[in-house]
């Protein structure tokens, strides 16, 4: 449970970085009691369209190794 | 490799072709509702970046970098007001140096903290940047410097002028020089984003600045024709339009895309219930 907690609110943080605030909060409740398969998916989807797949896939790989420690 | 043209790129180039036509068939470049073209344009630069600015927020660093540029396009857009209302209101034209000229050198910092922050968020690896494009890059910014020092800087300095015009002379060709640190630092964010949408914003601000740059490079050469009214010498004005154009393009194409991805995402919560 703790670890899905951190995933989502890193996703959340990351989402603000580039999407800023508002499409944030809008994420939050989304993301809220999904998996974590369902939240990297989600992320990848729009992070690959907006900031490309080299960048997307760094980020989103610093996200699920930071969350999982 | 696809190439996708982008409606609102159709659009933008729309614009300009029609005002390179009205250029070109216009026999004079000093009449109200052409000069007026720079001031419109900045105003909508200004508008689109508040209205782009106000999707992504202050609290995030792409929310402040964005709102630092557009704070830039406003001192630009003021500073064309202020020329356009006293050009036309005090005999004999637009003088310099004037408020207009302070408004022009205050966007530099703007645009400089703007990009900044852009530069710092996208955690740059140079040693993973293509060496070819940095050579590229480099060399295009070592040539810009030269031409900016040797026809801006040089020329700046006049010892029979009053010391404002001199530090206004001056400041402008410091600007350059920031704008061409500032184009190097977009080009590599640009670079960052490569095949992402976010790319496509600081691409347009580097080649609006490249513009920008170009025209005041040559502006500083063949000034006297451009006042003259001279052609070709008067097209110099297009790229200083352009380089409001392009930010206008990559902001709205950033904000269509954040917009719709906040409508797809309220969307699935709505069919979620």
Not at chain 1, 17 to 41: M, R
Not at chain 2, 141 to 152: A, G, K, N, P, R
Request: aromatic letters at 14%.
């Amino acid at each position: 449970m703790e670890q899905i907690s951190k995933l989502q609110t890193a996703a959340v943080n990351l989402i603000s970085k580039y999407f800023g605030q508002s499409t944030a909060e809008i994420y939050t409740h989304f993301f809220s009691g999904e998996p974590d398969d369902v939240i990297i998916t989600s992320l990848n989807e729009i992070m690959v369209d907006y900031v490309g797949e080299n960048k997307a896939k760094s980020e989103i790989d610093k996200i699920v190794k930071e969350s999982s420690l | 490799m696809k190439i996708v043209i982008r409606p609102n790129f159709i659009i933008l180039m729309a614009v300009f072709l029609v005002l390179l036509a009205i250029y070109v068939i216009s026999p004079s470049i000093r009449i109200p509702q052409i000069q007026a073209f720079s001031l419109i344009f900045s105003i909508v630069a200004s508008l689109v970046g508040i209205y782009t600015s106000r999707i992504y927020g202050f609290k995030s660093t792409i929310g402040r970098s964005f709102i630092l540029i557009t704070g830039g396009l406003i001192c630009w857009s003021v500073a064309e007001i202020i020329w356009y209302v006293s050009d036309k209101l005090i005999e004999g034209g637009a003088t310099s140096p004037s408020m207009a000229d302070i408004f022009f050198l205050l966007a530099y910092p703007f645009f400089g903290a703007g990009i900044y922050y852009g530069f710092t968020m996208a955690k740059i690896k140079l040693k993973q940047v293509n060496q070819s494009l940095l050579v590229i890059v480099l060399t295009a910014s070592l040539i810009l410097t030269y031409l900016v020092v040797y026809f801006i800087l040089f020329k700046a300095y006049d010892s029979t002028a009053e010391p404002i015009a001199n530090i206004v002379n001056i400041g402008y060709g410091l600007g350059d020089l920031v704008m061409i640190i500032l184009s190097l630092m977009t080009i590599l964010v640009a670079r960052e984003y490569k095949g992402g949408k976010l790319a496509s914003f600081w691409k347009a601000i580097a080649l609006g600045f490249l513009l920008v740059l170009i025209a005041d490079i040559v502006y500083a050469i063949y000034g006297q024709q451009f006042l003259d009214d001279m052609k070709p010498y008067t097209y110099i004005d297009l790229l200083w339009i352009a380089g409001y154009l392009l930010p206008v393009y990559g902001m709205l194409e950033n904000y269509l895309h954040v917009s719709g991805v906040q409508k797809k995402i309220k969307l699935k919560l709505q069919q979620r219930g």
